[in-house]
């Protein structure tokens, strides 16, 4: 009975998800771009691929209805309801970035996701609450936040630009840290 007491007093490990960007990276080389031309529109973005770090670049162009640059994993299991919060580290110009959460394939249906404001070329590190992320379908706010049952089917992490407005950018991610 004692060893059942002792082991009920031990903390739960929860390990930590973590994309540390950069060369040494091997899972992170699945990452793609993908912009506003799969709907006609002309924006541009290249991916560079850094020692420490990725950086995505180009310009948005509200031409032929167009208006976004992203970068995206490809469909996985990203079981995050054990974690709480998600660590960013990141610089950009030109354009705000948003961090998303996907949990179906279709993009007409909603998404969860936060801001990260442009800090003109200066490194930021910021931590947001997975709660209290917003519930968004097709770039609109909607009523809600990621409830656990949510977090545990997320299929696809990602980025996208998040100022509709024609500009170049820059956006840089050293890493993305679950906890």
Same mark, same amino acid.
């Given at each position: 009975?004692?060893?059942?007491?002792?082991?009920?007093?031990?903390?739960?490990?929860?390990?930590?998800?973590?994309?540390?960007?950069?060369?040494?990276?091997?899972?992170?080389?699945?990452?793609?771009?993908?912009?506003?031309?799969?709907?006609?529109?002309?924006?541009?973005?290249?991916?560079?691929?850094?020692?420490?770090?990725?950086?995505?670049?180009?310009?948005?162009?509200?031409?032929?209805?167009?208006?976004?640059?992203?970068?995206?994993?490809?469909?996985?299991?990203?079981?995050?309801?054990?974690?709480?919060?998600?660590?960013?580290?990141?610089?950009?110009?030109? #354009?705000?970035?948003?961090?998303?959460?996907?949990?179906?394939?279709?993009?007409?249906?909603?998404?969860?996701?936060?801001?990260?404001?442009?800090?003109?070329?200066?490194?930021?590190?910021?931590?947001?609450?997975?709660?209290?992320?917003?519930?968004?379908?097709?770039?609109?706010?909607?009523?809600?936040?990621?409830?656990?049952?949510?977090?545990?089917?997320?299929?696809?992490?990602?980025?996208?630009?998040?100022?509709?407005?024609?500009?170049?950018?820059?956006?840089?991610?050293?890493?993305? #840290?679950?906890?």
């Amino acid at each position: 009975m004692k060893y059942f007491v002792a082991l009920l007093a031990l903390p739960l490990m929860v390990t930590t998800l973590s994309f540390d960007f950069g060369t040494s990276c091997g899972k992170c080389n699945d990452w793609f771009v993908v912009l506003d031309g799969v709907m006609g529109g002309l924006s541009t973005g290249e991916l560079q691929v850094t020692e420490n770090s990725f950086i995505l670049s180009g310009e948005v162009s509200l031409e032929n209805n167009g208006g976004f640059a992203s970068l995206r994993t490809p469909y996985a299991t990203f079981n995050l309801s054990d974690y709480h919060t998600v660590t960013i580290r990141y610089r950009s110009t030109g #354009q705000d970035f948003a961090f998303t959460l996907n949990k179906y394939r279709r993009f007409w249906y909603p998404n969860y996701k936060t801001n990260l404001p442009i800090t003109n070329g200066e490194w930021a590190k910021v931590t947001y609450t997975l709660r209290d992320f917003g519930k968004y379908r097709l770039g609109r706010k909607m009523q809600g936040t990621p409830d656990t049952d949510d977090l545990a089917k997320i299929i696809r992490l990602g980025f996208i630009s998040n100022t509709k407005q024609a500009t170049s950018y820059t956006f840089e991610v050293d890493f993305i #840290q679950f906890n």
